[in-house]
């Protein structure tokens, strides 16, 4: 079985996500397989799109009681991009739907007045390249504070329990951009987008 397997459920960038494992010396399998899912000695859940039709995907092809598994099992859990905000317990992003719920908490969008210090309105989606202040958590190892990685969001979770929040970005105020909780980690920028900062984090991931 390889390291890492990676959900396929129809929604999110895969082969740059195995890509990005495979430069780092990890075996990486995309699976659209709930009986492989389930037995994932680490499993990656990516997405891009919109919350509830990832939702819809994932009931549909089976993957809700596999992903449990893995979580319960205490196996490594690696959310990325909408895969961190699938997490949550509700997403406001068109109406109110239920997520995972596996980590308590919401999914709000940017406010569409924001600006930064110098009082310049910002774009939503925040799109493009910031730096990140992180914890000790081991997904972090050898990554400098202040380290630039790669976004692309309108929406950003905020975790009912503080302790979990592993990660903070500054986008008109800071706000929660990766998630650590016991085997669960999640991040809201793209480590396979980030050049050597997100291929340490990928590294960190696959040595769990």
């Known amino acids: 079985m390889s390291d890492v397997t990676i959900i396929d459920y129809g929604m999110g960038n895969l082969r740059s996500v195995q890509k990005g494992f495979e ?19 680490r499993l990656v859940l990516p997405g891009v799109g919109a919350f509830r039709d990832c939702m819809d995907n994932l009931r549909s092809g089976g993957f809700i009681e596999p992903v449990a598994a893995v979580v319960a099992a205490g196996r490594p859990f690696l959310g990325i991009c909408l895969g961190l905000q699938l997490l949550m317990s509700v997403s406001e992003e068109f109406g109110s739907h239920a997520g ?15 600006r930064n210090a ?20 081991p997904l972090f190892a050898g990554v400098e504070q202040d380290s630039y990685v790669y976004f692309v969001h309108s929406y950003h979770v905020v975790p009912d329990d503080t302790a979990v929040v592993a990660a903070r970005c500054d986008y008109g105020g800071e706000f ?4 650590v909780k016991d085997n669960v980690m999640a991040t809201q920028f793209h480590p396979e987008k980030s050049q050597k900062v997100g291929l340490t984090m990928l590294k960190n991931f696959g040595e769990l």
């Open 23 to 41: 430069k780092v010396g990890c075996s990486a399998e995309v699976s659209a397989d709930p009986a492989v899912v389930a037995r994932a000695n």
């Open 118 to 137: 110098a009082g310049e309105q910002l774009k939503v989606p925040h799109m493009g390249w910031n730096s990140i202040r992180h914890n000790d958590a």
């Open 176 to 179: 929660c951009c990766a998630v």
């Open 100 to 114: 995972l719920d596996i980590i308590s908490g919401r999914v709000v969008r940017f406010p569409a007045d924001m």
